[in-house]
């Protein structure tokens, strides 16, 4: 068995400070024997994409983002000019990243799991010199992440994103958008959202784009009309089973490069984090990114 270095990046405030708590239990439940990990309590967001950044120089073979979905964001963007893996130590509310990798949530499973690690290669999306590693949206998606954001809601991830998505819809009105499909096709028009995803979930396991896959060299976009706030609702409760695509309203497409505008200052957000103002850029060329996923 070849002997891989690990650096583990830890956000201590991720999970309204669940990382910090869970620190003690992860050295017990890292294999040490099978492998080298060098944890690292980062003590701002810069200083860790900079220790991500100077991971593979200093002879590492991957670097595990300890932390939220905004933690492993933070990581791909700081290495995706590199030739070094990424992982997630799943310790945020949303944890989004890891379901789309299809490996557990839970941190002492995911921990024991890289005693076999394997290493995928998938589909790495650009947003105005962001790594996209989900899904980029903006509109509806946008003002709710937003909230949970800045706000202090202290439940699990699902029940904050629900809690939220109510308090935004008091006041909502559908926005006016410009969508560019690979500079040809344009979408004008009033919308609730625009979602571009590499991975199936946002907000918390929200399968907002269920066909998308992170290997298959396409983006998904999937847009939905204006609407009342009823209607809306309705359409809400469908978007956890992925059954909200059936519907009239919502319009899914494929495509390899995507410029959103607005008449509106609107931010996109990717992973829960704020990326950029209007207007912004989602493209996908042929940047590839390498990520540890734990073994049985």
Same mark, same amino acid.
């Given at each position: ?109 995911v921990c024991e799991g890289l005693r076999n690690p394997i290493i995928e290669t998938i589909d790495l999306p650009v947003v105005n010199g962001h790594a996209c590693l989900s899904i980029a949206g ?14 202090? %809601? ?58 998308? @896959? ?10 939905? @009309? ?25 319009? %899914? ?23 950029? @103002? ?15 996923v734990p073994g049985n």
């Amino acid at each position: 068995m070849i002997l891989l270095r690990f650096l583990i990046l830890a956000n201590p405030v991720a999970g309204r400070g669940r990382t910090r708590k869970m620190l003690p239990k992860v050295k017990q439940w890292l294999p040490q024997n099978h492998h080298e990990f060098t944890l690292q309590v980062a003590k701002s967001r810069q200083e860790l994409m900079q220790a991500a950044k100077e991971a593979s120089a200093n002879g590492y073979d991957a670097v595990l983002a300890m932390g939220g979905d905004g933690t492993i964001h933070d990581v791909a963007t700081a290495v995706m000019n590199q030739d070094i893996a990424v992982g997630h130590l799943p310790g945020g509310r949303g944890n989004d990243f890891p379901r789309n990798m299809g490996y557990s949530l839970d941190l002492k499973t995911v921990c024991e799991g890289l005693r076999n690690p394997i290493i995928e290669t998938i589909d790495l999306p650009v947003v105005n010199g962001h790594a996209c590693l989900s899904i980029a949206g903006v509109g509806f998606d946008s003002l709710v992440a937003e909230r949970v954001r800045d706000g202090n %809601c202290k439940l699990g991830g699902t029940i904050c994103y629900f809690w939220t998505v109510f308090q935004v819809l008091a006041g909502f009105q559908p926005l006016d958008f410009t969508v560019t499909i690979d500079d040809d096709t344009v979408l004008k028009g009033k919308y609730t959202l625009v979602a571009v995803a590499n991975s199936m979930h946002f907000g918390g396991g929200m399968k907002i784009a269920p066909h998308a @896959d992170n290997k298959d060299g396409v983006l998904d976009v999937v847009y939905a @009309d204006g609407m009342t706030k009823l209607r809306l609702i309705q359409l809400f409760l469908k978007i956890y089973q992925g059954k909200h695509i059936k519907e009239p309203e919502v319009h %899914c497409l494929q495509a390899k490069k995507v410029m959103i505008e607005s008449s509106r200052n609107l931010k996109l957000f990717a992973e829960g984090e704020y990326i950029s @103002d209007m207007p912004v850029t989602i493209e996908l060329s042929d940047r590839k990114m390498k990520v540890v996923v734990p073994g049985n």
